[in-house]
């Protein structure tokens, strides 16, 4: 059922109001506003960040001449094994961001033998090398439908933010790099709040930006993080998508609705204008 009281539609009928009402399968609600998490609801999430991975983790093992032992103590840090390309929902590398990852790779260097504060710089180092070393365009891809349905909600007047665990320059390059920047009024990365998804900051940033109530925004992503922090935030709707590393029954306990991508989404108008 479509989350629009009976008063609100007497509104719409008698003012001409026009109310866009966002549909996710059988779920629908009315909204102004989609804030979408990047890594896995936007950006093919394993086909970027492992790569990523495996060249910090090389690079790291090799910089320090340590065995290759640490590769293996890198992966169960961060929740991840490359040569399955498994990814944990719950990982550091899923549901955390970049300074979870610094923690967790420096004390792994530090149980070797490194020295705390050198292995905090040494993985920053390796992230600025990466800037350049990793081929970020080949294989950057955003899901099959993005590029169509933000162009619907562009035409419909629907505002758009980002709110990711990665950087908000790290995020704004990405979208840049495939033609999508123009698609969003704003970018919400880790690096402008104190504290990052599950908590509301993010969310409620990005409502404030986009000059929406919380109640006016739905919220859309991978992983379980991006629904409690919708939750938190007191969003219309939390979304849930299956292009990146939790399952399906994960999201269905928080989630209002659970698609398999942002191309199924669909938009409906309500009134008459």
């Not at 800037?131 to 758009?160: C, M, N, S």
């Not at 840049?176 to 919400?188: E, I, K, R």
Request: charged fraction near 25%; proline fraction near 3%.
């Amino acid at each position: 059922m479509v989350h629009v009281s009976f008063d609100i539609y007497i509104c719409i009928y008698r003012r001409g109001y026009l109310v866009q009402v966002l549909k996710a399968g059988d779920y629908s609600t009315a909204c102004r506003a989609i804030l979408f998490d990047k890594d896995g609801t936007l950006i093919d999430f394993k086909n970027m960040w492992l790569v990523w991975l495996d060249y910090m983790f090389t690079a790291l093992q090799k910089e320090y001449q340590l065995t290759k032992n640490i590769i293996k103590d890198f992966e169960e840090a961060v929740g991840v094994k490359l040569d399955k390309r498994w990814v944990a929902s719950s990982g550091v590398m899923a549901s955390g961001c970049m300074d979870s990852l610094r923690r967790s790779m420096a004390q792994c260097l530090a149980a070797y033998g490194v020295d705390p504060e050198e292995a905090v710089s040494g993985f920053d180092v390796m992230v600025k090398a990466s800037e350049t070393e990793v081929d970020w365009p080949a294989i950057t891809h955003p899901v099959p439908g993005l590029e169509q349905f933000l162009y619907k909600l562009k035409d419909r007047g629907i505002k758009v933010a980002v709110t990711t665990a990665d950087t908000t320059s790290r995020a704004e390059d990405t979208l840049c790099s495939l033609g999508l920047a123009s698609h969003f009024d704003a970018v919400v990365g880790a690096d402008r709040v104190s504290s990052t998804k599950p908590a509301p900051d993010m969310a409620l940033l990005a409502c404030e930006l986009l000059d929406v109530h919380p109640m006016d925004a739905v919220v859309v992503g991978d992983n379980i993080t991006d629904m409690q922090m919708g939750k938190s935030a007191g969003v219309a709707g939390v979304i849930g998508v299956l292009t990146g590393v939790c399952q399906v029954s994960q999201l269905e306990a928080l989630a209002d609705a659970v698609v398999d991508s942002v191309g199924e989404l669909k938009l409906e108008d309500v009134g008459q204008g």
